[in-house]
């Protein structure tokens, strides 16, 4: 059983910062991707940045230059700082990883319960 836990959502005034942090659980043999989902009110889920485990990265454009995703692997943690927050990115935040849970079973992908942000004055 693997879990996803997040951390870090608030609320915040425009301009702002915050940190997300998720830290994954469980019955763990490989961790491929790890990366940060948001899915706003009335609006479909969307990516917001990923990072391989490689350590390439890959962002949404309406957050480049804006946040950032690192990875501590000995943790099994992935965080997403997020710097110069505007009201557009009000969303549930969900924590997203590809999972392998022993050798011979192949990635499989889990979720986070989510996270909420606020970006209000």
């Known amino acids: 059983q693997v879990q996803l836990v997040e951390s870090g959502g608030g609320l915040v005034q425009p301009g702002g910062s915050l940190r997300l942090s998720c830290a994954a659980s469980?019955?763990?043999?490989?961790?491929?991707?790890m990366g940060w989902y948001r899915q706003a009110s009335e609006k479909q889920r969307e990516l917001v940045a990923v990072?391989?485990?490689?350590?390439?990265?890959n962002y949404a454009d309406s957050v480049k230059g804006r946040f950032t995703i690192s990875r501590d692997n000995a943790k099994n943690t992935v965080y997403l700082q997020m710097n110069s927050l505007k009201p557009e990115d009000t969303a549930v935040y969900y924590c997203?990883?590809?999972?392998?849970?022993?050798?011979?079973?192949?990635?499989?992908?889990?979720w986070g319960q989510g996270t909420q942000v606020t970006v209000s004055s």
């Open positions: 997203n990883a590809y999972i392998k849970t022993d050798w011979a079973r192949p990635m499989s992908a889990y």
């Open positions: 990072m391989p485990s490689s350590g390439s990265t």
């Open positions: 469980g019955t763990i043999f490989r961790i491929n991707v």
